[in-house]
């Protein structure tokens, strides 16, 4: 039975809100998108690096993202979709070293035989696994060492807890480490060679087609127009206020981050807002960078260095041909921690200071450009039991549904994460239903 057209104002539009959006408009509604940057995107949106329009934050597409593959194959972009064998590296003890396979794993030089058998043992089972439940109570930590042990955990763990969850990392959901494991893990097409992907033009070309796939369907999207509060009357949404003024809408489905409920939907049970409340986000200054040439062959280098205050870094064009050379380094903490306040150049000269560490041949006249990005709710941090204290996606308020990339825990934020669950709660909001569970 066809359900009769709706209009469903839409907040937020990074890819689960486009997703939302764009499924709404294929069943026939009429969603409107309020996003309050002046381009689509959120963390995937792209701007001008001095003639090269690209990502601000980096993304990659493994073999396994059924959700994204399914939706540039409806949108026509198949064919802009291209798969590169890349490599991964590892700078330890002031050496690089091959990483990410089980000969690189062998001849690693800074961990005993014991130790190398186990973490292997562990990625592997990892990969294979698929049910997360009995991991959801677990300590990261505590998981990760007693299946790889003491050594192994200190030579190729830490410096991931420390230097992105800082004060955060001693009570991480072991499940939501174990997605991450699994998921680069199964973009292998055999034992030895990883592949991953990237789209013609980079993101903005979903970005692009989807804006296109909403409008062309009845669908608007309002740029540079911020919600400024859901407005709630006897326990059922109203609408939408903006600078603008208010709006009326049949429904609401929020995208934003959840830090932002609280101020933008205030009118709501003060058990819900408190949920919201305590959760916590880790912030980025992530810098790119423009080389003349290469700092290695590799697409992701892991780094345990103690003069490096970042677990790794990503030389984006190993992956997607560019000419200059183009590098991510993101720097992780928590918001209120005392760095994120500090100027960019700090982090810009910190990303000079390590590349020409990693390789000598590089000098300051080799960085032809560099900028640095910040977003304060980059990622939500997941405890054990993470998703039991989220509150439903459908909220305790009629036409209304809460939402952002917490949500499909144990995942791990990605773009294609964000579109399958997004289509989902499109569907869910239009029949007035919650979301189905995990």
């Known amino acids: 039975m066809t359900q009769p057209q709706q209009r469903i104002a839409v907040l937020g539009a990074g890819p689960m809100g486009l997703a939302v959006a764009y499924q709404l408009a294929l069943d026939g509604h009429?969603?409107?998108?309020?996003?309050?940057?002046?381009?689509?995107?959120?963390?995937?949106?792209?701007?001008?690096?001095?003639?090269?329009?690209?990502?601000?934050?980096?993304?990659?597409?493994?073999?396994?993202?059924?959700?994204?593959l399914q939706v540039i194959g409806e949108l026509g972009l198949a064919g802009k979709m291209k798969w590169v064998a890349t490599k991964m590296g590892y700078w330890y003890q002031n050496r690089l070293q091959p990483w990410g396979n089980p000969m690189a794993l062998l001849t690693f030089k800074g961990l005993g035989w014991v130790a190398k058998f186990r973490y292997g043992l562990h990625a592997f089972l990892s990969t294979k696994r698929n049910d997360w439940k009995p991991l959801d109570h677990e300590d990261a930590i505590v998981w990760i060492k007693r299946w790889v042990g003491t050594e192994a955990y200190e030579v190729l763990w830490r410096r991931l807890f420390d230097y992105k969850f800082y004060d955060y990392s001693?009570?991480?959901?072991?499940?939501?480490?174990?997605?991450?494991?699994?998921?680069?893990?199964?973009?292998?097409?055999?034992?030895?060679?990883?592949?991953?992907?990237?789209?013609?033009?980079?993101?903005?070309?979903?970005?692009?087609?989807?804006?296109?796939?909403?409008?062309?369907?009845?669908?608007?999207?309002?740029?540079?127009?911020?919600?400024?509060?859901?407005?709630?009357?006897?326990?059922?949404?109203?609408?939408?206020?903006?600078?603008?003024?208010?709006?009326?809408f049949d429904k609401v489905v929020s995208t934003v981050p959840l830090p932002y409920v609280p101020r933008l939907i205030p009118r709501l049970p003060a058990s819900t807002l408190d949920a919201?409340?305590?959760?916590?986000?880790?912030?980025?200054?992530c810098v790119i960078a423009?080389?003349?040439?290469?700092?290695?062959?590799?697409?992701?280098?892991?780094?345990?260095?103690?003069?490096?205050?970042?677990?790794?870094?990503?030389?984006?064009?190993?992956?997607?041909?560019?000419?200059?050379?183009?590098?991510?380094?993101?720097?992780?903490?928590?918001?209120?921690?005392?760095?994120?306040?500090?100027?960019?150049?700090?982090?810009?000269?910190?990303?000079?200071?390590?590349?020409?560490?990693?390789?000598?041949?590089?000098?300051?006249?080799?960085?032809?450009?560099?900028?640095?990005?910040?977003?304060?709710?980059?990622?939500p941090i997941c405890d054990p039991g993470y998703l039991d204290r989220l509150p439903p996606a459908m909220l305790p308020v009629k036409g209304l549904w809460v939402a952002d990339t917490s949500y499909y825990y144990p995942e791990d934020r990605g773009i294609s994460e964000s579109i399958g669950f997004g289509r989902k709660l499109a569907t869910s909001a239009a029949a007035g239903t919650d979301m189905p569970a995990c």
Request: charged content about 25%.
């Open 290 to 379: 423009k080389l003349r040439k290469p700092l290695t062959e590799n697409f992701w280098l892991n780094i345990n260095d103690p003069e490096m205050d970042i677990p790794g870094l990503v030389e984006y064009s190993n992956l997607r041909p560019l000419d200059p050379h183009v590098l991510y380094v993101p720097f992780y903490m928590p918001g209120e921690h005392p760095k994120f306040k500090d100027a960019d150049e700090v982090f810009l000269a910190k990303v000079r200071k390590y590349c020409m560490k990693i390789n000598p041949d590089l000098t300051p006249d080799d960085f032809i450009d560099m900028r640095a990005s910040r977003y304060r709710y980059a990622q």
């Open 170 to 248: 001693s009570n991480l959901s072991a499940a939501w480490i174990w997605s991450r494991i699994r998921r680069i893990g199964r973009s292998r097409y055999s034992l030895f060679k990883e592949k991953l992907g990237y789209l013609e033009g980079g993101s903005q070309t979903l970005l692009d087609a989807l804006k296109s796939a909403i409008e062309t369907r009845g669908g608007e999207l309002r740029l540079s127009t911020p919600a400024s509060e859901v407005v709630i009357d006897n326990g059922e949404v109203k609408g939408v206020r903006t600078a603008a003024g208010f709006e009326a």
């Open 30 to 68: 009429r969603p409107v998108i309020f996003e309050a940057d002046d381009r689509v995107g959120g963390m995937t949106a792209a701007f001008d690096f001095s003639g090269l329009q690209i990502e601000r934050y980096y993304h990659f597409h493994c073999i396994s993202d059924s959700a994204f």
């Open 276 to 285: 919201f409340a305590a959760l916590k986000n880790i912030a980025v200054v």
